[in-house]
């Protein structure tokens, strides 16, 4: 084969060979690759059907009898109640300690006497997705997963001001809306929110997830976070970055990690970002833009400026996955790294880390899940070695900017 140009004749080079990479999400199943070459007429036909069909979305899909087994057999071709996609948030109540992170296992003060607790103050009740409480007008807007029929208990962290939704069945916040405040006859305590768990997991469920407390809680609670928030204003300033630990609560996070692994096999990240090979993600996922917006009153009280919620990124990170060494772009002034889950379980001593260059030293940070580290991402660089074999690691960026920003956001 040959052709012209305007001075001479070139010709494809003959040590030319194509390779073609395919992506895609199998439901049930996850991430799938495969590499076609320019080595047989059958890979020849795969590629030159696949570009056309992914290149023009409204392209026939009409790939011979043998290439179209074949691309069913791979799951490329799919039926269309079939194909990978988002899913709901399940944010019923939790029916056992699956999925509880590892330290919080049993996040209560166990010497608290049962007869000391009291429901939640902090605790308000939602009919629906348009009546939301008058308390958290202006504070829960963004969760867009709550649907008409849905009955949402909300519990408030008077330290950290972040609200928690549960579904719960409509006697049941009825009864503990009837409740708050006052405490509960010990017999009555794991009997609150229906559950298949045992009596006793039933009753430390309630104490993780913050429904049932002692009755000096909210007091001490925020006294207790004052404390931890000019600590981290300190560090922030003296290391140019603070690692805030147990940011979420337990059971909240149980919840989200059993929806983003279901939300992976289902096919609900994207894949291949551009940047980490072995990543795949979502951006301003749903239930991610709610916990963002969450945090933002959290974050004002450490950051020296007002800041504002920009976007956030949820990225699920494979085994031999590398974050190269770079700095962000403007949308991300403020960046908090927050891992959501990682498998196996890890903790603040054996988690996979994040390396921020501060002053010319690399300083590994590890985070336990619901922990996050907040830094300057325009600042300061930052990246990831390899994940060890066998790991998979799901982390959140929630990125912010100054108030005063006038950019885009996304």
Not at 260 to 278: E, P
Request: aromatic residues 8%; hydrophobic residues 40%; charged residues 25%.
């Amino acid at each position: 084969m040959s052709t012209s140009s305007e001075k001479k004749s070139v010709v494809i080079n003959p040590t030319l060979r194509l390779k073609i990479t395919a992506i895609w999400n199998r439901k049930g199943i996850g991430a799938q690759t495969l590499t076609l070459e320019s080595d047989s007429a059958a890979n020849f036909e795969m590629a030159k059907f696949l570009l056309a069909a992914t290149l023009d979305d409204d392209a026939p899909v009409e790939p011979g009898p043998e290439l179209a087994q074949r691309l069913v057999q791979l799951g490329m071709l799919t039926p269309e109640d079939e194909e990978p996609g988002p899913i709901g948030y399940d944010f019923g109540w939790p029916q056992n300690q699956d999925l509880i992170p590892a330290p919080n296992v049993l996040n209560f003060d166990a010497t608290v006497a049962p007869e000391s607790l009291v429901v939640n103050p902090n605790a308000h009740v939602q009919h629906g997705a348009g009546s939301i409480p008058e308390e958290l007008r202006g504070r829960v807007e963004q969760a867009s997963f709550i649907g008409d029929d849905d009955t949402v208990l909300w519990i408030v962290d008077p330290g950290t001001q972040v609200a928690a939704p549960y579904r719960v069945p409509e006697k049941t916040a009825e009864t503990l809306e009837a409740l708050r405040g006052k405490s509960v006859p010990e017999g009555d305590l794991a009997d609150l929110v229906p559950s298949r768990a045992n009596t006793i997991l039933r009753s430390e469920i309630l104490r993780r997830a913050h429904v049932v407390v002692p009755s000096d809680w909210s007091e001490s609670r925020g006294k207790a976070w004052e404390a931890r928030v000019r600590d981290c204003r300190a560090s922030l300033e003296r290391d140019e970055f603070v690692v805030i630990r147990d940011l979420l609560n337990p059971i909240q996070l149980q919840l989200m990690r059993r929806y983003y692994r279901a939300a992976s096999l289902a096919g609900a990240f994207m894949l291949d970002d551009g940047q980490v090979a072995k990543r795949s993600w979502c951006h301003n996922e749903d239930v991610a833009r709610f916990v963002h917006s969450q945090l933002v009153d959290l974050l004002n009280r450490i950051v020296p400026q007002p800041i504002k919620a920009s976007y956030c990124y949820l990225g699920l990170y494979e085994p031999g996955a590398v974050l190269a060494r770079h700095t962000d772009r403007a949308q991300c002034v403020w960046n908090l790294s927050v891992p959501f889950d990682a498998d196996p379980e890890t903790d603040a001593d054996t988690a996979w880390p994040i390396y921020l260059e501060v002053r010319g030293e690399a300083r590994p940070v590890r985070l336990g899940i619901g922990d996050g580290v907040l830094y300057r991402g325009t600042d300061l660089p930052h990246w990831r070695d390899a994940q060890p074999d066998g790991h998979r690691t799901t982390v959140c960026f929630f990125h912010f900017v100054d108030e005063t920003f006038e950019g885009a956001l996304t």
